[in-house]
């Protein structure tokens, strides 16, 4: 997870997912995370804000939050219609349908 809130905030959320996460980080920073991983690794970049667009479009693919910001929308491949991230695997099985 990459997040620019606080650490304790991400701390609590990503914890019990047992899940990594990299918290305070400005919208420069989350683009550079994001090309790290994609120098090895298909990158997928979930976000809902302005501050999330930049990483979306560096990702290979850039997934938005239905309820997020214009900019955020705009930018991304894909949106999920809700705000609910269990959407989420059955957008990827149906896009893998589809191909």
């Not at 667009?53 to 705009?74: H, R, S």
């Amino acid at each position: 997870m990459l997040t620019g809130d606080n650490e304790r905030s991400a701390a609590s959320i990503a914890a019990p997912l047992g899940m990594d996460y990299k918290a305070r980080l400005l919208p420069a920073d989350k683009v550079t995370f994001v090309n790290e991983l994609a120098r090895q690794h298909r990158v997928a970049m979930v976000g809902d804000g302005i501050n999330d667009a930049p990483a979306m479009k560096a990702a290979n693919i850039g997934v938005a939050m239905g309820g997020g910001t214009d900019v955020a929308l705009e930018t991304a491949d894909a949106a999920l219609t809700h705000n609910r991230l269990t959407e989420l695997p059955a957008m990827i099985e149906l896009s893998r349908a589809t191909l």
